[in-house]
């Protein structure tokens, strides 16, 4: 197996360009230096300390958590509905239409920005806050809480559900107490996927961020000021912390959710 | 059979349930896309737009050299980038797929998977602090006395743009290519050989061609989104490595001219479109039974 091992070597060094970057965030985070370069001055922790007293940053943090939450929720909704229809039975059209709610996954993000900001701004007239950005949000978001809850709709066994409707529970009730509760693991993993999107997402927020900016919008600021550069860096390296905690929850419920419905893991969220 | 009547069926209970997201996108995609057409055929006139029917905005897009120049520059770098990231990943793919323990995929995947979801802007940014003047790349080659003077030419222009670029869309070409690979069926190989082809020729005659429609789908995931990232150049590309973006959010934002960034949308948005099923049509032959 030389090629095999061959090819390993060339994987991993692909990994280590993939982590380049992220491992730099906590070397210059508790670096003691105002400047980011090489070499590194000494150890300090101001620059997290500096974090927790500025407050544009903190009020920027809440709303930006409340879209995001807003937007896990609403993108999580959309696509249970699309993902049960998708396993359920054909209806003219169907491919059409669920293709048509996927689309934003391959749209460039800039056209989904500049076609609701002329929208809301200049068709509607109304002022942009975040509603605006959570109405946009929701929208990418859905295709992929489809992809996820695809996984969890598709392999259940329609006649569990049968089962229970002929015991004498409605439709509805057949739902929430067999369906339910088999497809949860799925439910989590997208809302916590649309909610990790939704609050890193930039391109978009910029366009339709309101007098109160995304946290994004405002660290998109800070990158023009150098002196505030190490704060970036104690706030990217929090940011990613939470993120890949997030993650591994994630991933855990989407293979809890997949050994619920029987399936063999594929692998992967998209 | 009355519309009541079919929302009782099987198929039309499911329609009803793909009604409301189906409309969600209908309301904020479909829609919008449409006042953008309507807006770019429409000018500017100071504060407010003039809404009688004219192409000025395309004949402007279309005699201004600076604009066929940024879109001619975006189309490059997103074809260069697309490039780049899908050989680089296939065979990240492919190792994957075929020497990686079944049990082990997943967490290689997931391995993959995290940098794309860490702060994409401070992720673009840590580029610039590996590239640049004092720079991760340079400090290195100076410090080992390879080099007397830092390197100049790897930040502020289109090197670096498509360097950060292919970084952040990584996995978006490894995912599909995987999906394809793993699809393949083991005893086709085991055919080849056994029919005497070689592991080269196999891979050339057999793997390669069957694992094209997740090729295909990893060149569109990539070329398409490129286009409409303003933040890499922005950060990266200095003043020669501005995109056509950068001048769509220009003129949104900046120059309060939302027709002719429209237009400007517009016509990045149908070259992309037009570029990506000429590709899709010259691989039909791979694509078929699909």
Known sequence: MKKGRSLGTYAVLYLVFLYAPIVLLPLFAFNDATIIAFPLKGFTTQWFEALATNAALLQSLRNSLFIAVMTAIFATLLGMCAARAGAMAEFPGKKGIIGFVMLPLVLPEIIVAVSLLIVLRQVLGLNLN??????????????????????????LDPSMEEAAMDLGESRWSAFRLVTLPLVMPGI??????????????????????????????????????PAQLPVVMALGTI?????????????????????RAGVKDTGGFL | MGLREYATTEGGRAATLVAPPFLYALALLALPILAVVLFSFWTQDFMTVDTSFTLANYREILDKPIYTMLLGRSLMVSGIVTLVTVILAFPVAYYVSFHVQPSKKSLWLFLITIPFWTSYLIRVFLWKVILGYNGVINSGLVGAGIIDEPLSFILYNVNAVIITLAHAFAPFAILPIFVALEKIDRSLLEASQDLGESRVTTFFRVTLPLSMPGLVAAVLIVFIPTIGDYVTPELMGGAGGKLIANMIQTQFLQLNNAPLGAALALVAMVCVTAISLVFVGLNRRWLRGR
């Open chain 1, 239 to 259: 940011l990613v912390t939470l993120s890949v905690v997030l993650l591994v929850i994630a991933e855990y419920f989407r293979r809890r959710g997949m050994a």
């Open chain 1, 130 to 155: 975040n509603w605006s950005v959570i109405a946009a949000h929701t929208l990418i978001c859905t295709p992929f809480s489809i992809a996820i809850l695809n996984g969890a709709f598709q392999n």
């Open chain 1, 188 to 225: 989590i993993s997208s809302m916590l996927i649309a909610f990790t999107i939704s609050l890193d997402e930039f391109i978009i927020a910029f366009f339709l961020t309101g007098a109160n900016p995304t946290m994004p919008v405002y660290i998109w600021g800070l990158l023009r000021f």
